[in-house]
């Protein structure tokens, strides 16, 4: 018996080049490539913790500590994590103004493009019970129906 199909069997295919083109995927979303931009610690903490090791060894060697002040670094280590968490708390309302503003503009130009379809398809459905009356007066032309309209 003749073999019809390829079941796969043989000889495999030589390995393809890769395709370096660019290739457009479309979505239903236009919008769905908008990003949050992303989040900073601030100068601040980074800073601290850059140069922290600099900075308790200049606190070791520039004072005479004790078991009162040994707790010195904690009270810089707080107080930088309490001001950079600030400041991304900061950045968070930024961003979801930035956001918020980003959709309301989207969302009117959607509403816009929705509103002009609906002109178009207004027109449409005019068009069609213009000719559904037509083909109706065609139809019942000579019949006890003539002249009758439809509900």
Do not use: W
């Amino acid at each position: 018996m003749k073999k019809m199909f390829n079941t796969g069997a043989g000889k495999p295919e030589p390995a393809k080049e890769s395709d370096s083109r660019t290739v457009e995927i479309p979505t239903y979303a236009p919008n769905s490539c908008i990003t949050v931009p992303d989040y900073d610690v601030g100068k601040v903490l980074r800073d601290l913790e850059e140069n922290f090791a600099d900075r308790c060894m200049k606190f070791l060697t520039e004072t005479a500590t004790d078991s009162d002040n040994g707790s010195y670094m904690d009270q810089i280590i707080d107080a930088t994590v309490n001001q950079s968490i600030g400041i991304i708390e900061d950045e968070r309302l930024d961003h979801e103004y930035k956001i918020r503003g980003a959709l309301s503009e989207m969302r009117e130009g959607d509403k816009s493009f929705i509103e002009d379809e609906i002109v178009v398809l207004d027109k449409k459905i005019e068009e069609i019970e213009r000719k559904l009356r037509k083909y109706s007066e065609i139809l019942y032309k000579g019949t006890a129906f003539e002249g009758f309209e439809e509900v």
